[in-house]
């Protein structure tokens, strides 16, 4: 499956002289890549991803997923296509609320919703779907448990989980690793490798995106400021620019990615 | 999950059972089935003897009792339904359809249908067509107003849905007296409380036909209705047509509201307090939600209404006051659990 952006532009609806949040940015995943996102806060990054799983209408531009406009097929379809793992966005009813709140299987299953007809009951089919996607992603010891007593990172596995579920050919991830702990990180960015699909993530730990991307895409106030290899677009002189921190990098002599050394203290 | 609806449907009919023989004059619980029995019977053209009950406790049981007793479960139920959708459209345990000031949009169309007689053309229909129309009317209004930029506001749709309540209350009283008809104003004041006094047979068909088919295509959307719980961008994401959802929503939630307001005036708190206790029991998944609540709503109603009757008998209280009674220290309940924000944890 392939994903391909083309001169993303968004600025909020009915806001008059507000600035523009996302200019001109294009961008692509080929067949089986994992493509990172990365930049500073309130660079674009959720942006970007939210015109791309079709949360905003680009104000120009357009998205299209194998050739087909993200617009132009239905929310269900396009749910079959891609499954979205979203930035957590503080504690909504996601996260239990003022509900009794689902538990952990029944909020896995709901990434089975884009396959199933309204008539249809949940099979076995499913049932092994949820219960081999919670395997993965090690939350199965608390299948059982309510969703919103989870701890942050057990959650954000949980929602990595739904979105195993949903069997899409494109994952779009928001900062898939907040809140893990570094086994977990790895493990999670490990599962998206192994899984062999196409997946586009927003990340922050730069280490992550430079062992485990083929590409990135380096956004700086809403605008691409890098595009390549890890090795071509986190060089001392572009961390220097865009995040304003030294850094020291060295290729890994084994694997040839970047490895970053920051050194907070030196002025840059 | 069978075995709990099995039960609570056992408790349902228990329940009705009971209602129909509590009363000034007593009836035995054997009698009421004999008596049900019996007129089914003849209504199926068959011969049947009458037993040895009296004309009396027949009339009383056949007549007056069991219609009501009927329509207060399926009130009940429907409002419980209505209650548990409502949430989920707008993410919060707090909406209810009297509060949000639906019921009373209800009450205001079926006012001017009483009062003025518009909808003329739908005949015995348009008590409830005008009912459904104030109900969608309002709905709309509650949920434009708590809108904006996109996020639904919680004090706002609380707040806003208790300002249209009021501001619509005082059309329905303007409206009945106005209209300069005596009977009007004590039908109205009657059924402003909610009452289920005076139920006929033929009162309950639509009522129950729109209960079923409401309950039947709320289930076909279970899974939008979770993924609606989990937020709009989740639902989204999970393929719901979060927009043609809610526009459906909107018509079922109105449909009820509206029908169940024109049988029994504007009955609050019971979609407030029934899918809470639901929830407690069977956690959030609407496919055992929706079934669950509506059997609680209706046992509830059943014997609310039953108390309504004998707490100050021979003095009827209309079942609106009851529910009242109970569930605005229930909604003060919750409020102080949910550490007095009417928001949902954002
Ligand atoms: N609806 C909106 N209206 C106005 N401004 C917005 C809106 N949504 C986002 N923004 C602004 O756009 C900018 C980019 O936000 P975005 O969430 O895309 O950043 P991000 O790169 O994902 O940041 P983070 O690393 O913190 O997740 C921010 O300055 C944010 O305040
Ligand atoms: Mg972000």
Redesign the interface.
């Known amino acids: 499956m392939k994903l391909q952006a083309r001169d993303l532009r968004w600025r909020p609806p009915?806001s008059g002289t507000a600035r523009t949040i996302v200019e001109d940015v294009s961008l692509h995943v080929g067949e089986g890549e994992l493509v990172g996102l990365i930049g500073p806060n309130g660079s674009g990054k959720s942006t970007v991803l939210r015109m791309i799983?079709?949360?905003l209408r680009p104000t120009a531009g357009a998205v299209a997923v194998d050739g087909r406009d993200v617009w132009e097929i239905?929310?269900?379809?396009?749910?079959?296509l891609?499954?979205?793992l979203?930035q957590e966005?503080?504690?909504?009813?996601?996260?239990?609320?003022?509900?009794?709140?689902?538990?952990v299987r029944?909020?896995v299953s709901?990434?089975r919703?884009?396959h199933?007809s309204?008539?249809a009951r949940d099979d076995r089919h499913d049932a092994g779907i949820v219960q081999s996607a919670m395997q993965r992603t090690g939350v199965l010891p608390m299948a059982e448990r309510s969703f919103a007593t989870l701890s942050g990172g057990e959650k954000q596995r949980v929602l990595m989980a739904r979105a195993l579920a949903?069997q899409a050919g494109l994952l779009v991830l928001d900062e898939p690793t907040n809140h893990l702990d570094v086994r977990y990180q790895f493990e999670i960015m490990n599962l998206i490798r192994s899984l062999g699909v196409t997946a586009i993530a927003a990340l922050h730990e730069l280490h992550i995106a430079a062992h485990y991307c083929d590409r990135l895409y380096l956004l700086e106030n809403g605008h691409l400021a890098a595009s390549g290899t890890p090795a071509e677009v986190l060089t001392e002189a572009t961390i220097a620019s865009v995040y304003g921190v030294r850094a020291a990098i060295r290729l890994h002599p084994r694997t040839g990615r970047p490895h970053i050394e920051f050194m907070p203290d030196d002025p840059v | 999950m069978p075995v709990l609806l099995a039960a609570l449907a056992g408790l349902l009919l228990l329940s009705i059972t009971f209602g129909i023989t509590l009363g000034p004059v007593d009836i035995a619980p054997g009698s009421v089935w004999r008596i049900a029995g019996h007129e089914l019977v003849l209504r199926l053209g068959l011969p049947s003897a009458a037993g040895e009950w009296t004309h009396a406790q027949h009339q009383i049981v056949w007549l007056i009792r069991m219609p009501r007793v009927l329509l207060a479960a399926l009130v009940g139920a429907g409002l419980a339904v209505v209650g548990v959708t409502m949430?989920a459209m707008v993410?919060?345990?707090?909406a209810d359809p009297y509060l949000l000031g639906v019921s009373s949009g209800a009450s205001v169309g079926a006012v001017l249908v009483l009062a003025y007689g518009v909808l003329g053309f739908a005949g015995v229909y348009a008590l409830p067509l005008g009912a459904f129309a104030g109900a969608l009317l309002a709905c709309v209004a509650v949920y434009w107003l708590a809108h904006s930029?996109g996020r639904l506001l919680a004090p706002r749709l609380i707040l806003g849905g208790v300002a249209i309540g009021y501001c619509l209350s005082g059309v329905t009283s303007l409206v009945t007296l106005t209209a300069g008809q005596r009977e009007l104003a004590n039908a109205v004041l009657s059924w402003t409380l909610g009452s289920l006094a005076g139920t006929r047979w033929d009162e309950l068909g639509l009522p129950a036909l729109v209960l079923v088919a409401g309950i039947a295509w709320l289930l076909?959307?279970a899974?939008?209705l979770?993924?609606l719980?989990?937020?709009d961008?989740?639902a989204?994401?999970?393929?719901?047509?979060?927009t043609r959802m809610r526009r459906g929503l909107f018509v079922l939630v109105s449909l009820l509201t509206g029908v169940m307001v024109a049988v029994s005036g504007a009955i609050g708190f019971i979609g407030l307090m029934v899918p809470h206790v639901t929830?407690?029991l069977v956690?959030?998944?609407h496919r055992r939600v929706l079934p669950v609540a509506a059997l609680v709503g209706a046992i509830f109603l059943v014997w609310v209404d039953a108390g309504a009757r004998i707490a100050f008998a021979p003095t009827e209280l209309p079942v609106g006051i009851i529910t009242s009674l109970i569930g605005g220290p229930f909604f003060v309940w919750?409020l102080y659990r949910?550490g007095m924000s009417p928001g949902?944890?954002?």
């Open positions: 009915h799983y079709r949360i239905s929310a269900r379809e396009n749910a079959r891609m499954a979205v979203a966005q503080g504690g909504g009813v996601d996260a239990g609320g003022g509900f009794g709140g689902f538990s029944e909020m709901m990434g919703t884009p199933k309204p008539f949903q | 949430q993410r919060n345990p707090l930029s076909l959307q899974r939008g979770n993924a719980l989990a937020g961008e989740t989204s994401t999970l393929g719901v047509d979060t929830r407690m956690g959030t998944e919750m949910r949902v944890g954002r």
